[in-house]
């Protein structure tokens, strides 16, 4: 059996133009894999039952069919036994588990996975403090600091450039714990690179990996981001989703770091159209499918209407010179009325 809430979660993030009946069970959607109808865009032929945890779907456009196992491995690239493990092995222990402490041992215990797993991409990769010799070592370092520098990422960050294997010429964005041990990366392409696709991450369970976890001051706001750059522009207080989707377990996990409260900054609503799609979808829901069980708990982060056009948080550093991006995000939150008026009259 596939938990609801995993399915439900991955329709959020790898599906556009979703809606769900009633009962939440039945999604209907555009099609992912042949890209449904290209004359009338309204138009959503693939649809997912959910079948008592045992998911299937089918397109009656491109008139393909499977399992969801099936077009799970297919949109996140996975074999279908690597697609397997990441569907059941985790899973099987959030069912048994609800405290987070239990939860991550019975991850390293029973899926061997332990937060020292993804320290060998600094045995491949080069630092912006690392010295050495050699053309190639030069050209790579070369590229990591206009990086660097372009995006003013603060150098508190352990940012890398991968020079062999499969994230070869990538970016690595990691997620580091308290003991110096990188839990997640995100290995994303060089600006002017054309290499497909624009990220290639490695697959975790993301809601064990919570960026800056050893550094959440608790009477202050906790700011989730979707991106980790926009994380770390933000500081010790900026933690990210790790991609579109604000997950209510997320969520409900960042709750307990802080006393005052959470703050959500998608994408720019005003100028990133999947932005506004998923704030919308958070905050009102879909035909059948509830909001957020946050959605009028936390606040918004909405731009000040001279920065309106910028479209990240991280750009809004570049563009305009913000220092103290956590005090502009402050002043620029919402509660869940205002932020709605807000994106309906701008």
């Not at 499969?166 to 990366?185: L, Q, T, W």
């Not at 054309?194 to 697959?203: D, G, I, L, Q």
């Not at 990133?272 to 009028?296: A, E, L, V």
């Not at 990240?312 to 995000?329: A, F, T």
């Amino acid at each position: 059996m596939i938990r609801y809430e995993v399915v439900n979660e991955f329709v959020n993030e790898y599906l556009t133009s979703v809606t769900v009946n009633k009962t939440g069970s039945h999604w209907n959607a555009r099609c992912p894999l042949c890209g449904d109808s290209k004359k009338n865009l309204r138009k959503k032929r693939f649809h997912l039952d959910y079948k008592n945890g045992n998911p299937i779907w089918n397109c009656f456009n491109c008139n393909q069919s499977g399992s969801f196992l099936t077009i799970y491995a297919n949109l996140k690239g996975l074999s279908l036994e690597e697609a397997k493990d990441e569907l059941f092995s985790f899973d099987t222990v959030r069912d048994r588990l609800s405290n987070r402490e239990i939860f991550l041992n019975e991850i390293q215990k029973e899926n061997k996975i332990n937060y020292e797993v993804f320290n060998w991409i600094r045995e491949k990769s080069i630092s912006r403090n690392q010295e050495g010799n050699g053309i190639l070592f030069s050209r790579y370092k070369e590229e990591l600091l206009k990086f660097c520098n372009d995006r003013k990422i603060p150098s508190n960050y352990d940012i890398l450039i991968c020079y062999e294997g499969d994230y070869k010429g990538r970016i690595i964005v990691p997620v580091i714990d308290r003991n110096n041990n990188i839990i997640y990366f995100q290995a994303r392409r060089l600006p002017k690179s054309n290499v497909e696709p624009k990220y290639t991450n490695p697959k975790l369970e993301k809601s064990i990996a919570i960026l800056n976890e050893d550094k959440f001051d608790e009477n202050k706001f906790i700011v989730i981001t979707e991106g980790i750059i926009d994380a770390y522009t933000i500081g010790d207080q900026g933690t990210s989703c790790l991609g579109g989707y604000f997950s209510d377990y997320l969520i409900d996990l960042i709750y307990k770091y802080t006393k005052k409260g959470v703050i959500l900054a998608f994408d720019n609503p005003f100028v990133d159209k999947t932005g506004y799609r998923n704030m919308m979808r958070f905050m009102k829901g879909g035909k059948g499918k509830p909001p957020s069980k946050f959605s009028k708990t936390v606040k918004y982060f909405i731009p000040s209407k001279g920065h309106i056009h910028i479209k990240d948080i991280n750009m809004l550093s570049v563009e305009c010179s913000i220092n103290n991006m956590y005090d502009y995000i402050l002043k620029n939150s919402y509660n869940y009325m205002e932020a709605y008026v807000k994106l309906k009259l701008v």
